[in-house]
Structure formats: C-alpha cells, structure tokens
C-alpha cells in the first residue's frame, strides 16, 4: 500500500493557476448621509440669510456711492452678492479637466465681487454708527461677505459630495 501511495503521489501535478495582474483600485468616495444633507441645508440656510441681509445693506451702499434709486441698486446688489455663490458653486462642481479653465475667470471675479460686497456693505453700515462704532460696523460690513463666502463653500460643498 505504501507502494501505491508513493506511485499515486508521484503521478499527481499540480495545478498552476495563472495570477492575474491587480487592477488599479478607483478611490471610493464616502456615501452622503443623512447627516451630509442635514448639515448642508442648515449651512445653506444661514448663507441665504445673510444674504439677503448683505444684499440690503449693499443696495444701500450702492445708492449711496452712486446716488441710483433702488430699482437699480438691488438688481446690481443682487448681481453681485449671488454673482460670487454662483461663481463659487461652478468652482466647486466644474470636472476636475475643466476647473482649470473655470478658475481662470471665477476666481478674479469673486475676488472682486467679495471686495465690492465688503466695501459696500462696510460703507452702508458705517453710514449709521456715530462715533468710534464707526469702526465696528465697517468690521461688521466687511464680515458678511466672507461669512456668506465661507458658508457658501462649506454648505456646497456637502451637498454636492459624489455618492
């Protein structure tokens, strides 16, 4: 029996399976959650909020600066203030083979639209302080708009992560 076990062993081969080559992993990306959602709205919410503050206080700025009546100071606040959200949320959706070419004019143009928004609603709350609260309301003008750029970008950014 020893015998046969021997010869029996010697006759089996074994079976090489060729290896196939790993393929390149894509990166998953985490899946939105509920928390994703709830979280982007509220961060949204408070950014449409203060815009519609900003946009009141730029218009105010507007007429100031160039002595216009309100039905063309809120079309021209309203051009700027939602122009960066606009321009801001093209930055962050555009494909990454295309974020080049977007960048090039959506990053000048809310550099300046963000500029404009600060300028003028700094200059809208300044025109009602008295005093050294002057310098307090220009702070206060010139934060709006960078809260209403930091929300815009926080919040869009949320709701528009791949699922």
Known sequence: MSINAKSTSSNVLKIQR?????????PRSRKTTASHTIAATGILAVGLVLV?????????????????????????AAGIDLGFVALEIALLISPNDLR????????????????????????????????????????LGCAIPALIYALTKTGATLAFHKK
């Not at 060729?18 to 894509?26: D, F, G, I, V």
């Not at 002595?67 to 021209?76: D, I, K, R």
């Not at 404009?116 to 307090?136: D, R």
């Open 100 to 139: 080049p070419a977007v960048s090039r004019y959506a990053s000048p143009a809310i550099a300046g639209t963000l500029a404009i928004s600060a300028a003028m609603n700094a200059l809208a709350f300044a025109s009602h302080a008295q005093g050294s609260m002057i310098f307090p309301a220009i702070g």
């Open 18 to 26: 060729p290896t196939h080559s790993k393929k390149a992993r894509k």
């Open 52 to 76: 519609g503050l900003s946009l009141s206080h730029l218009a105010e700025g507007v007429q100031v600066v160039t002595g216009s009546g309100a039905a063309t100071a809120w079309p021209m």
